[in-house]
C-alpha cells in the first residue's frame, strides 16, 4: 500500500496501522492514475467499459457505484432517493474491479467528491476543494484481497456484546416507563424474543443530553433493573447540540471550560436543533472528548449499557445568522407578487437554512491549540464524538462491551462503534437499498450495522414488515424503529397471522446466533467482510452483476425478497447450493439447487437460506432473549458429497478478554465414509456444547443424519 501526502494534511486517525504501508509521491503511481492538485485536487481514472467499482459505504444506488455521484459530506437528509449525493457518512474507501484491480481511500475530513462514470460515463473522477489530505493507493489482484488490507491498516472493527445481536425493538418515541414495560411485556406474551427497547428524546428532560425525564420515569435506576429482570436493556440516544439553559450543569461546565465550538469571534456558536438554542462540542478537542465522554457514566450509572449517537452530522436546524438571513428575505418579499421564479426562491429560502454550508464555514474547532474551520474537518465531527464516548467506556469499565453506534461516520470510528444507516422510509425501495448497503459499509469497517427495519418515516404495512425482517435477520444490528406520528411497527401491530410469522422468523435470528456471532467475530478479527457481494467470491459475469443477493459469512447466500405481493423471486445460484426455505428454525426440509438462474416459490412465511458446497451452518435454539438461549445441543446442516468444514467461533459475548486470545476456536469437519455416510470430528473447544446433531445433504439430494457427544 502507498500513502501520499498531499500539503499538509489533518490526522484524522482514519488509518492507525502503518505496517506495510510505504511514504511515495504522487510520481511513483501507476501511470493509469492521474492526480492533480491545483486550488483543490483532482484523481481521474478511465474506466474499462466492465469494470466495477465497489465502496463508498452508506449511499444510496447499487453495491457497484458505476454511473451515480457523490458527496461525501456527512448530512442530515431523511429523504434518500437515489439521486441524492450524500447520507450521514463519509466513507471514502472504494476499489475498482476489473483487468486493473486497484483500492484507493481519500483521507480528507472536509468535501470529497466521486464522480463514478455520471459526467462521463468512462471516467472516475475524485475531486476536492482542499489540497491537503492523504492519498491511499492499494494494489492488489482481487476486490476482496484489496478490501482486507486496507480493513487491516484501519484496525480492528468495534466488537458489541453478544446480546445486542438480538432482536432490538425501538420507535420515536416510547415516552414513558410504562410505555416501555407495556412493550416489554407484549414482546414476552407472543413469545417473541427481544433484548433491547430504545430510548429516543423524549425520555430527556426537554431534550438535554444525560438527563432523565423524572416525570416519566419516577425512579430510573430501579425501571432499568426491573426491565433488565426480563430481559430487556434499554438504550438511550443522546444527541450532539446540547441546549443553552443556565443552571443546566453540561451547559455550565461548557461555558466555563470553554469547550464549545466558537463562532469568528470566539464565542460560543449557536445553533438550533431539538431543545432550540444549543452550542456543540468540539468533540476535536481531546479534553472536550474526555469531558463529554465521561458524562456516559451518568446513565451507565443508572444501569445503562449501550447508547446511540445521532444528530452528530451535526444536524442543524438552523442558525441566529441564518435564520435573520432568511426571515429578512421573506420580510421584503410580503406583499409581492411574486411570479414562478420568486416563489420558488421564497420556499427554498426557509428550506435551505437547515444543514446550511454556510453555518458549517461559520464555527471552529481548537484543535489541541490550533484553531481550524468546522468546515474543512466537517465528516470527523460524528466520529469523534463516538471516539470520545467509546474510549470511556474502556477506560471507565475495562471489563464490559457497551453498545454503541453513531449516526455521522468516517472511517476510523468503526473502531469505537457501529452505525445505523439514518432515517430510510417503509418503502420496498428501502430494503432493497437496506440489503446493497450493507456490504459497502462492511468494506469501510462498519461490520455493526442495519438499518431501520420497516422502514423510519412513512407508514409501513404488515407485508413490508415481514419481509423486511426476513433481511433484517442477518444484519448485526436488528432493530425495528419508526419515527414519530407513523403507523405502529412492531411485530404484534398487525394481525395475528402477521405476528405469527414474524416471531418465527426472530426465533430464527435466535437459532442462528451461533453462527451470526462466530462470522460476525471471525470477519473483525480477520479484517474480513461479513456481507459480501457475490462478486467478491465467484468471479463469473453473472455473480459480479447481481445486486439483491449477498453472501453472509463464509457458509451462505441470502436472496430477499424485496418486492410487494411476492410469492417468489429470481435467484442466481452461483454454483449448486443446498436452499433451506425456513418457516420455522425446526423445520428441516432441504432442496439441491443446480447453478444457474432459477425461480423460487417462497410464500410469505418463508426464509430463503443456500448454504454452500462443502459448507456448513450451524443452528442452535432460541430464547426470550440471548443469555436465556440454551445451546447444549447445536445442529449442522451441511451440503457435500466429501467434507465440509466449518470453524466455530466463541468467547464470554460480555468482556474483552477475547483481545488477549480468551476465545474458542474449534474447527469442526463432515467426512463421508463410503455411501451416504458420513462422520463428524471436532477439533477444540466448543464452548457449552453437549451433542452436536449433524445432517448432511449430498448433491443427489440424500440426507444422511448423525449426531456427536461432548464428554
Ligand atoms: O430529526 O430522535 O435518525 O432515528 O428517531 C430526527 C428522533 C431526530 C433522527 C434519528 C431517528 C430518531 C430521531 N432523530
Redesign the pocket.
Known sequence: MNKIDIGTPFNTQAIINFEGIRNTKISDLPQFLKVEITQGFKISFKMDRKDIVYGLGENVRGINKRGGIYESFCS?D?THTPDKKSL?AAHNFLVVDGDTNFGLFIDHPGLVTFDIGYTHKDELVISGDNPNFSLYFIPGDSSLSITKKFRTAIGLSFIPPKWAFGYQQ????YPDAESIENIGKEFRNNEIPCDTIYL??DYMEDFKNFTVDNSKFPNFKEFVAKMKGMGIRLIP?I?AGCKIEKGYPIYEEGIEKGYYCVDKEGKPFVGA??PGKVHFPDFLNENVGRWFGQKYDFLINQGIEGF?N??NEP?IFYSEAGLKKAMDKVTSMAGQNLDIYSFFDLKSTMESISNNIDDYKSFYHNVNGKLINHYDLHNLYGYFMTKSAGESFINNHPDKRILLFS?ASYVGMHRYGGI?T??NKSWWEHLLLNIQMMPSVNMEGFLYSGA?VGG?GSNSDSELVTRWTQFGIFTPLFRN?A??GTRKQEPFSFDIGTTNIIKNTIQLRYALIPYIYSEYMKAALNNDMYFKPLGFVYTSEQSKRIEDQLLVGDSIMVAPVYTPNSFGRNVWVPEDMLLWKVKTYKNRNFEVVKEGFKYIDLELDETPIFIRKNKMLVVGNHGNFVSEIDNSVITLIAYTDDEASYELYDDDGVTHKFRNGEFSKSVLKITANGDNNYSLSVKGEVIGVKTINYIVVNSLGAVYEGNYSIE
Open positions: 442530515d431523511f450521514y425501538s420507535r420515536w418515541s429516543d428524546i440516544i444527541d436543533v431539538w446511540w445521532d444528530m444536524a449516526r445505523w439514518g432515517d431501520d423510519f424503529h419515527a414519530l
